[in-house]
């Protein structure tokens, strides 16, 4: 098709650097997971994640993206995405995502979490819960599908099937492919469209992260141009992993284990990328 995004597709040399950023993106967000709690900044965040990124000599895929001016996006309570760390203080019960990235020899990796500070409503334990597993269940997707939709299929199908209040899947803001950039083709969907997508192949390395809500998908973004919130107020949270498919199988790059300890009890062994 004309017009049409050409996917990348890393060899698996290129894909184990991807690991080397993954890895070290993972460190960075245990470090910011660390220094939450209450009477914290979302700068102070920022800062915890940054010394580890320093530390090692990687540069930042945050940080002066068109014109960003952090290291992490800092998500809490209504705000969905692209969150800007400052001065505000974190509260008890406050629900935030961090979401953060790195670049190592000029190959990306993005990873979120979603962390509760101290005591949360068990709603958004709830929330943050079946975030996570719908991650995973899309990740699994992405070892046993055919196409890049079959992952927003098994996202869509486990959070439908959730018993409690429903929670909504946000479409204004989707995976991606990833490598030597970080935002790539092909768009990842968390929801259901009935379109197949592009074919999964070796070398396809996809940022899969799903971004549910307990009100209404409705978004809107705040006057700083950035910080994306829910116009009902209700509670967002987000989960990322950034994953390659190879040749034997699939490896989360910004997990430690390769994403074996998620995975396996779903069926899928993840497969070290070969030398």
Not at 129 to 152: E, L, N, Q, S, Y
Not at 168 to 193: C, F, K, W
Not at 230 to 235: E, L, M, V
């Amino acid at each position: 098709m004309i017009g049409q995004r050409k996917i990348e597709y890393k060899n698996n040399g290129q894909l184990r650097i991807m690991a080397e950023a993954g890895v070290l993106l993972s460190r960075a967000l245990d470090a910011a997971v660390a220094a939450v709690g209450p009477g914290v900044t979302t700068d102070e965040l920022d800062a915890a994640f940054a010394e580890v990124v320093d530390a090692a000599g990687a540069q930042y895929n945050f940080l002066g993206y068109y014109g960003y001016p952090k290291h992490i996006c800092v998500s809490v309570n209504e705000e969905v995405v692209h969150g800007i760390p400052g001065p505000r203080t974190l509260r008890e019960g406050d629900l935030l995502s961090i979401d953060g990235g790195c670049i190592v020899r000029g190959w990306n990796a993005d990873s979120a979490r979603t962390v509760i500070v101290g005591e949360g409503d068990p709603a958004d334990v709830r929330l943050s819960d079946v975030t996570r597993k719908a991650m995973w269940r899309g990740i699994a997707a992405f070892a046993r599908g055919t196409h890049v939709g079959d992952i927003g299929d098994a996202i869509d199908d486990f959070v439908s099937e959730q018993d409690g209040a429903p929670l909504g899947i946000l479409e204004d803001y989707v995976g991606h492919g990833i490598g030597s950039q970080m935002h790539m083709a092909p768009d990842v969907l968390n929801y259901r469209t009935g379109h197949r997508g592009a074919k999964i192949k070796p070398g396809m390395a996809l940022a899969i992260e799903p971004m549910l809500v307990r009100g209404s998908i409705e978004t809107r973004i705040l006057d700083d141009e950035w910080t994306v919130v829910t116009t009902d107020g209700s509670r967002s949270c987000q989960w990322e992993h950034s994953v390659a498919r190879h040749a034997g199988g699939i490896w989360v790059l910004t997990a430690e284990d390769g994403g074996a300890s998620e995975l396996e009890p779903l069926g899928v062994t993840p497969v070290p990328i070969p030398a």
